[in-house]
């Protein structure tokens, strides 16, 4: 399996808090920067979050304070704990590994829907 699988995506009230897991093969997940993106209908993609090998964490300005990701590299596992949602983070969530030297990334999951109601 070479592609990322996620889960963990559903509906959600505003408030409310969801997790979402990304697993793949070693090969692939074990030495390389991960991240999780979104893309809400009618908007372009946008990263959320990216964790570095030695768990260095970077966040778009919208989701910090609110979303932590973590990963076990030995269990090839990557997380998203996102709390108190709102209702614009609704969007379906990409888990994304391999960065490339150009910045995107080689391997990418088929996404999971996140909703969130008001």
């Known amino acids: 399996q070479v592609q990322p699988v996620e889960s963990g995506g559903g509906l959600v009230q505003a408030g409310g808090s969801l997790r979402l897991s990304c697993v793949a093969s070693s090969i692939i997940f074990g030495s390389n920067t991960a991240a999780w993106y979104r893309q809400a209908p009618g908007k372009q993609r946008e990263l959320v979050a990216r964790i570095t090998t030695s768990s260095t964490t970077d966040y778009a300005d919208s989701v910090k304070g609110r979303f932590t990701i973590s990963r076990d590299n030995a269990k090839n596992t990557m997380h998203l704990q996102m709390n108190n949602l709102k209702p614009e983070d609704t969007a379906v969530y990409y888990c994304?590994?391999?960065?490339?030297?150009?910045?995107?990334?080689?391997?990418w999951g088929q996404g999971t829907q996140v909703t969130v109601s008001s």
């Open positions: 994304a590994l391999a960065q490339r030297s150009d910045g995107n990334y080689f391997f």
